[in-house]
């Protein structure tokens, strides 16, 4: 009897956690036939060029950080909103059927987001959103900016980048100069793209820089800001490194090296710029701030 005792809880979990799962790939599976449409048009179909290149990485961290959250969201207690999280779907739907049937792409991307918070309050209720606001809320940086904000605000970084760029080797000596974003170094010519400089990149780096403030778990909510405000101008710098590194291999190894190859390798160097300066202004925010807020 007391062994029948014992072995009935583990059955009645086991089929429980089987039940989970299955729920959990009916779930996953759901979406990926609602919305990888969308994600096909956006990147090799009709709104490809809305794209800006970091679409799927966001994605792709937005649900690793979902995961991260499993053991914590179903640890929670049982308190489904049923109503809410019917309300969240409904509009959510709206939006998306509106924004496929209209082809505007941003309304099937910001339909996703009410419909993963509708799934969550619907499962464990509000405290679930509470406990993935971070997830829900790194997903809206798939939706891309408005054309109009990028050319609006690409001018100015592009022209900022290349200023810095043109002082910084000018004064190490070499034989640099600009006009606008065209950078002459010796008899080179390189324009400074909105590929090496725009606002897509900034608004990708600002995405990375607050998963590595979430990933800290910093309490202090003065130092979290403040790591996050300090993202846009260590993307700025990061910005430059990249552009003085493509100058420099254009001036000693040549126009055709400087398109090529390292073109794409400035590319991980601007990543690993940015997280070696984030990391720095973190140390140096924790040097600075009092004890009290850098934890």
């Known amino acids: 009897m ?10 009645i979990a086991a089929s429980g956690a089987r039940t989970d799962r299955l729920l959990l790939g009916a779930v996953l599976a759901a979406l990926a036939v609602a919305y990888g449409p969308t994600y096909w048009d956006f990147t090799v179909g009709r709104a490809a060029a809305d794209a800006q290149g970091h679409e799927l990485l966001v994605l792709a961290i937005a649900g690793w950080l979902f995961w991260r959250q499993r053991a914590t969201l179903v640890a929670l207690p ?7 999280a019917g309300l ?3 509009f959510g739907a709206l939006l998306y059927v509106f924004g496929r049937s209209h082809q505007v792409l941003r ?10 918070a509708a799934l969550l309050v619907g499962w464990k209720g509000w405290a679930a959103l509470r406990a993935a606001w971070f997830p829900l809320f790194f997903l809206m940086f798939v939706i891309p900016l408005p054309y109009t904000l990028v050319a609006t605000l690409t001018g100015p970084l592009k022209s900022g980048v290349s200023a810095v760029t043109t002082h910084l080797l000018h004064a190490v000596g070499y034989p640099i100069g600009r006009s606008g974003v065209i950078i002459t170094i010796g008899q080179y010519e390189l324009l400074v793209s909105t590929a090496c400089a725009g606002l897509q990149t900034m608004f990708t780096l600002e995405a990375l ?10 309490r202090s909510a003065l130092r979290n800001t403040l790591l996050a405000l300090l993202i846009v101008p260590v993307s700025f710098c990061a910005n430059v ?10 001036y000693h190894l040549g126009d055709d090296v400087g398109r090529g190859f390292f073109h794409g390798f400035a590319g991980l ?3 690993m710029a940015a997280l070696v300066f984030i990391m720095a202004v973190d140390r140096a925010l924790s040097w600075i701030l009092p004890k009290r807020f850098s934890q």
Do not use: W
């Open 88 to 90: 969240l779907l409904a």
């Open 241 to 250: 490194v990249r552009v003085v590194v493509l100058a420099l291999v254009t």
């Open 78 to 84: 049982d308190a489904a909103r049923v109503v809410p």
């Open 2 to 11: 007391d062994t029948s005792s014992r072995t009935l809880p583990d059955g």
């Open 269 to 271: 160097v601007l990543f």
């Open 107 to 116: 309304m099937e991307l910001v339909s996703q987001v009410l419909v993963v």
């Open 209 to 218: 820089g607050l998963v590595y403030v979430n990933l800290k778990g910093y």
